[in-house]
């Protein structure tokens, strides 16, 4: 199987920006989409950012040219470096990622999340 594991989470002010790591282990055979999303409370979970192999990298238009995402695919590593934080980016962010595992169809799989709090 395939783990997922966030980092990079916290406290920030308003205005601050934050960095947010994912690495994933396991059985890897194809790492074909890595990406992230945030769920609110109250909220339906959705998506922040992503890449997927071959495809152009997605932003959600909140992100406004806020965030970027980089996905290292050697080490199976994807970021999101957040700036100009506002209230509204409080949430849990979760890792994302579609893998193949050798001898298995395409699998989802999700990271347990990391709690970004902007608050002043």
């Known amino acids: 199987q395939v783990q997922l594991v966030e980092s990079g989470g916290g406290l920030v002010q308003p205005g601050g920006s934050l960095r947010l790591s994912c690495a994933a282990s396991?059985?890897?055979?194809?790492?074909?989409?890595m990406g992230w999303y945030r769920q609110a409370p109250g909220k339906q979970r959705e998506l922040v950012a992503s890449?997927?192999?071959?495809?152009?990298?997605r932003y959600a238009d909140f992100v406004k040219g806020r965030f970027t995402i980089t996905r290292d695919n050697a080490k199976n590593t994807v970021h999101l470096q957040m700036i100009s934080l506002n209230p509204e980016d409080t949430a849990v962010y979760y890792c994302?990622?579609?893998?193949?595992?050798?001898?298995?169809?395409?699998?989802?799989?999700w990271g347990q999340g990391t709690q970004v709090t902007v608050s002043s």
């Open positions: 396991g059985n890897i055979f194809i790492m074909y989409a």
């Open positions: 994302n990622a579609d893998v193949f595992v050798l001898g298995s169809p395409r699998k989802n799989y």
């Open positions: 890449e997927t192999t071959g495809e152009p990298t």
